[in-house]
C-alpha cells in the first residue's frame, strides 16, 4: 500500500483499511450466500457471556425461601 496525501494521520490510516477490510467482508458474505448459506450461519453464535453474580443474584431473589 502507497502513502498518499491522505494518510498523513493515524485516523485516515485505520480508516482505509477498515473500509478495505469491510469490502472483503462482503465478498465472503456473497461466496456464503451464493454457495447456499443461511442468515443464520453467517451470524454465528454469540460472544456474550452473562455476569455470573448477577445471575446468581437474581435467581436468589427470585426463588422463595422453603419453609420448615
Do not use: Y
Not at 16 to 38: E, I, N
Request: hydrophobic residues 30%.
Amino acid at each position: 500500500m502507497a502513502r498518499t496525501k491522505n494518510d498523513v494521520t493515524v485516523k485516515h490510516r485505520v480508516k482505509r483499511v477498515l473500509s478495505s477490510l469491510r469490502l472483503l467482508r462482503g465478498f465472503d458474505r456473497a461466496a456464503h450466500f451464493a454457495a447456499g448459506g443461511t442468515p443464520v450461519d453467517w451470524r454465528g453464535k454469540s460472544d456474550i457471556r452473562p455476569d455470573k453474580r448477577k445471575e446468581c443474584n437474581k435467581r436468589a431473589c427470585r426463588t422463595s425461601p422453603q419453609e420448615e
